[in-house]
């Protein structure tokens, strides 16, 4: 089993449509969660990033953490035909481990104009 | 600021050989690591560089070695490559201080084909 599973998609939704992005995770020690957006051929660009359990807001993102459930979320609010990429959560253990960053598989999103 | 940029964009190699790749961290940065990324799948840890030591190391064979210099660019030898090993491979960038604040930031990758 992974440490870190998410839903592969893909997901087509219309233009302004709510879209929500789900990663569940086995690992506790994880601490730091984040999510990266990346386009075709490209490397993964950073979106959100947060620290243990609660709401994060920025624009139209909101990312999500309940550590109680193991569980991560990432919505889109008014989407738009750019938000159209492979969307990647990601998180992160305690201090005194190597930084590394374990990912999901990504969920492929496509927003309809 | 400049971003992290990776060097070459595609490689084509045949398998046996040898491949170097090449990573320039982000102004201020003195931590690189480095992914692998199967066609559909999450990047997956190879290791990282702090200060120029190795800092960490995922699940991959010693045929996957790396090198920080001074500067705090990168490399990634791969020995005796696999077909398996066609992959992108992401350099990330981050500055090994407070980890509360550490984020890693990518490049745009390095596209392997071994045939």
């Known amino acids: 089993q992974k440490e870190v599973e998410q839903d592969p998609g893909p997901l087509s939704v219309p233009e302004g449509a709510i879209v929500s992005l789900n990663c569940t995770y086995s690992?506790?020690?994880?601490?730091?969660f984040m999510w990266y957006r990346q386009y075709s051929r490209k490397g993964p660009e950073l979106l959100m990033y947060?620290?243990?359990?609660g709401n994060k807001e920025d624009g139209r993102f909101t990312a999500q953490v309940d550590k109680s459930s193991k569980y991560i979320s990432l919505f889109i609010r008014d989407s738009q035909p750019s938000d159209s990429a492979t969307y990647l959560c990601a998180m992160r253990g305690t201090p005194g481990s190597a930084r590394q960053l374990t990912f999901g598989s990504g969920t492929q999103l496509t927003v309809l104009p | 600021e400049t971003g992290v940029t990776q060097s070459p964009t595609h490689l084509i190699k045949t398998r046996g050989q040898q491949v170097t790749l090449r990573c320039s961290s982000q102004?201020?940065?003195?931590?690189v690591s480095w992914y692998q990324q199967a066609l559909g799948q999450g990047p997956q840890f190879i290791f990282q560089y702090y200060r120029e030591e190795e800092n960490g190391r995922g699940n991959f064979p010693p045929r996957f070695s790396g090198l920080q210099f001074p500067n705090y660019s990168s490399e990634l030898n791969v020995n005796a490559l696999e077909l398996d090993d066609s992959a992108l491979y992401l350099c990330a960038s981050s500055y090994g201080g407070d980890i509360s604040t550490d984020t890693q930031y990518f490049g745009p990758g390095t596209r392997l084909t071994v045939l």
């Open positions: 947060t620290y243990s359990s």
């Open positions: 690992n506790s020690a994880f601490q730091y």
């Open positions: 102004s201020g940065h003195n931590t």
